[in-house]
C-alpha cells in the first residue's frame, strides 16, 4: 500500500468519491430515515433498507429510532419553545452552527425517544450493533478511508462526517426555517431553499414537506426538482420500494352545488391548496383593484400587500403594516377576513363532522352573498370540490 492507498488515485477522482459517498449518505437520510421511517411515506425492500441502516451506521453514527423521534418532534411542535431545532427560537447562527448539538440534546432525552419513536427497526443487529456501537461505524469507516486512499483518506472522512451535521441539521433545519420561497402558507416558519432538490436529496423543498408531511414526493410544482423521489422510483421500478402516499389531489365537479360531506372531506385533506387557490383566485386580484386606482408605483405596493395578506406568520411591524393596508379597502379587509374564517373550519375544535359541513355551508352562503366578483367564484367552485378517485 502506497501513501496514497491502495487505489492510489488523483486527488481529483479522490474528491468526486468522497462527494459520492456524501450524497449516497444524503439518499440513506432522505429515502430510510426521513421518508420510510420518521412519516412512513413509503416501505423498502430489505436490500436497502439493510444497506441504508449499515451506510448511517457507518458515515454517521446516528441511531434510526433516535432520528426518527427527533423529527417527529419537530413536526408535532413546530415553531414552539418545544421544538428540538427551530432557528425561529434559537435563532438562524446556532442551528446552522450548532444544530447536530441540538439534535444530540434531543436524543438523548429517553422521554422523547420513547413518545416519538415508535415503530422502527427493533431487530439484532439494532439492538447489538447499530443502537450500541454508535461510533465505531464512523471509526471503521475512518480505517477504510485511510485504506483505500492513504493521506487523502482523513480528509474523505472529515468530509463525510460534517456533510449532515452541516448540510441537514445546518441548512434544512436552519436555512430551512428561515429563508427561503414558500408553495404554501403552513403554520411554520418553513421554506424552500432552493427549486432544485439535488445536493440535499430533495430536502432543500422543505416547505412542501411540512405542507404534506406523510409524501413520498416532496416536489410539488413542475419546476421543481426532487432527486430523492427520483431514487425512490427507480427503486419501486426494481421492485425494493413501494410507495404509500403523495399528495392528495382534488378537482372541481362541473356542476355540483351541493356542499356536503365530499365536499369537507376534500377540503380538509386539501386544505394547503385550497388555502393557495384563495390566495391567487381572490387576494390577488382583489388587491390589484383596490389598490392600484390611483398609485403610480400600485405594483410595488400590491406585492407588499400580497406578501402580508398570505403569510400567517407576522411580526409586530408587519402585523401593523397589515392593518394599514385593510383599512384602505373595505373589499380587502373581507376578502382578508374570509379567508381567515375558512381556515378556522380546519383548525378548530368542532364538536361533530356535521358542525364542520354546517360552518362550510354557511362560510358559502355569506361568500356569495358579499358582492365581490371573486370571492363569489371562488365559493362556488368550492362547492365542486372533490377528491381525484373518490365518489362525487
Given at each position: 500500500?502506497?501513501?496514497?492507498?491502495?487505489?492510489?488515485?488523483?486527488?481529483w477522482?479522490?474528491?468526486?468519491?468522497?462527494l459520492?459517498?456524501?450524497?449516497?449518505?444524503?439518499?440513506?437520510?432522505?429515502?430510510?430515515?426521513h421518508?420510510?421511517?420518521?412519516?412512513?411515506?413509503?416501505?423498502?425492500?430489505p436490500?436497502?433498507?439493510h444497506?441504508?441502516?449499515?451506510?448511517?451506521?457507518?458515515?454517521?453514527?446516528?441511531?434510526?429510532?433516535?432520528?426518527v423521534?427527533?423529527?417527529?418532534?419537530?413536526?408535532?411542535?413546530?415553531?414552539?419553545?418545544?421544538?428540538p431545532?427551530s432557528?425561529?427560537?434559537?435563532?438562524l447562527?446556532?442551528?446552522?452552527?450548532?444544530?447536530?448539538?441540538?439534535?444530540?440534546?434531543?436524543?438523548?432525552?429517553?422521554?422523547?425517544?420513547?413518545?416519538?419513536g415508535?415503530?422502527?427497526?427493533d431487530?439484532?443487529?439494532?439492538?447489538?450493533?447499530?443502537?450500541?456501537?454508535?461510533?465505531q461505524?464512523?471509526?471503521?469507516?475512518?480505517?477504510?478511508?485511510?485504506?483505500l486512499?492513504?493521506v487523502?483518506?482523513?480528509t474523505?472522512?472529515?468530509?463525510q462526517?460534517?456533510?449532515?451535521p452541516?448540510?441537514?441539521?445546518?441548512?434544512?433545519?436552519?436555512?430551512g426555517?428561515?429563508?427561503?420561497?414558500?408553495?404554501?402558507?403552513?403554520?411554520?416558519?418553513?421554506?424552500?431553499?432552493?427549486?432544485?432538490?439535488?445536493?440535499?436529496?430533495?430536502e432543500?423543498?422543505?416547505?412542501?414537506?411540512h405542507?404534506?408531511?406523510s409524501?413520498?414526493r416532496?416536489?410539488?410544482r413542475?419546476?421543481?426538482?426532487?432527486?430523492?423521489?427520483?431514487?425512490?422510483?427507480?427503486?419501486?421500478?426494481?421492485?425494493?420500494?413501494?410507495v404509500?402516499?403523495?399528495?392528495?389531489?382534488?378537482?372541481?365537479v362541473?356542476?355540483?352545488?351541493?356542499?356536503?360531506?365530499?365536499?369537507?372531506k376534500?377540503?380538509?385533506?386539501?386544505?394547503m391548496?385550497?388555502i393557495?387557490?384563495?390566495?391567487?383566485?381572490?387576494?390577488?386580484?382583489?388587491?390589484?383593484?383596490e389598490?392600484c386606482?390611483?398609485e403610480?408605483?400600485?405594483?410595488?405596493?400590491?406585492?407588499?400587500?400580497?406578501?402580508?395578506?398570505?403569510?400567517?406568520?407576522l411580526?409586530?411591524?408587519?402585523?401593523?403594516?397589515?392593518?394599514?393596508i385593510?383599512?384602505?379597502?373595505?373589499?380587502?379587509?373581507?376578502?382578508?377576513?374570509?379567508?381567515e374564517?375558512?381556515?378556522?373550519?380546519?383548525?378548530?375544535?368542532?364538536?361533530?363532522?356535521?358542525?364542520?359541513?354546517?360552518?362550510l355551508?354557511?362560510?358559502?352562503?355569506?361568500?356569495?352573498?358579499?358582492?365581490?366578483?371573486?370571492?363569489?367564484?371562488?365559493?362556488?367552485?368550492l362547492?365542486?370540490?372533490?377528491?381525484?378517485?373518490?365518489?362525487?
Open positions: 500500500m502506497t501513501v496514497y492507498g491502495l487505489l492510489n488515485l488523483p486527488a477522482q479522490v474528491v468526486l468519491i468522497a459520492g459517498f456524501t450524497h449516497i449518505t444524503i439518499a440513506a437520510v432522505t429515502i430510510f430515515l421518508r420510510a421511517q420518521a412519516h412512513r411515506a413509503l416501505s423498502l425492500h436490500i436497502p433498507e444497506f441504508f441502516r449499515f451506510w448511517l451506521w457507518l458515515t454517521t453514527g446516528m441511531v434510526t429510532r433516535e432520528w423521534a427527533v423529527h417527529r418532534k419537530h413536526h408535532a411542535r413546530c415553531e414552539t419553545a418545544e421544538d431545532h432557528p425561529q427560537v434559537f435563532g447562527r446556532k442551528v446552522f452552527w450548532q444544530g447536530a448539538e441540538l439534535y444530540s440534546a434531543s436524543a438523548k432525552d429517553a422521554s422523547i425517544v420513547k413518545r416519538f415508535s415503530g422502527t427497526p431487530d439484532w443487529i439494532e439492538r447489538n450493533l447499530y443502537s450500541r456501537l454508535t461510533w461505524g464512523c471509526g471503521l469507516m475512518l480505517i477504510i478511508d485511510l485504506t486512499f492513504g487523502y483518506g482523513i474523505v472522512w472529515a468530509v462526517m460534517l456533510w449532515i452541516i448540510m441537514a441539521a445546518g441548512v434544512i433545519n436552519g436555512v426555517h428561515f429563508w427561503g420561497y414558500r408553495n404554501f402558507e403552513t403554520p411554520d416558519a418553513s421554506t424552500n431553499v432552493s427549486p432544485w432538490g439535488i445536493l440535499i436529496g430533495g432543500e423543498l422543505h416547505n412542501n414537506h405542507a404534506f408531511p409524501s413520498a416532496l416536489s410539488m413542475w419546476w421543481e426538482f426532487d432527486i430523492g423521489w427520483f431514487y425512490i422510483r427507480m427503486l419501486s421500478l426494481l421492485g425494493l420500494a413501494k404509500k402516499k403523495l399528495p392528495p389531489k382534488s378537482t372541481v362541473e356542476g355540483k352545488q351541493v356542499v356536503d360531506m365530499e365536499t369537507l376534500a377540503l380538509l385533506v386539501t386544505r391548496h385550497v393557495r387557490r384563495y390566495s391567487k383566485e381572490v387576494l390577488q386580484p382583489v388587491t390589484r383593484a389598490l386606482r390611483s403610480p408605483d400600485c405594483r410595488r405596493i400590491a406585492r407588499r400587500a400580497n406578501k402580508l395578506l398570505v403569510r400567517e406568520r411580526d409586530e411591524t408587519s402585523r401593523k403594516s397589515l392593518e394599514q385593510l383599512a384602505r379597502s373595505q373589499q380587502l379587509e373581507v376578502v382578508y377576513q374570509f379567508r374564517q375558512l381556515r378556522q373550519i380546519w383548525e378548530r375544535n368542532a364538536p361533530s363532522q356535521e358542525a364542520l359541513l354546517k360552518s355551508q354557511d362560510w358559502c352562503q355569506r361568500a356569495e352573498a358579499t358582492g365581490i366578483q371573486a370571492l363569489e367564484g371562488f365559493s362556488r367552485n362547492r365542486g370540490l372533490a377528491l381525484v378517485g373518490a365518489p362525487a
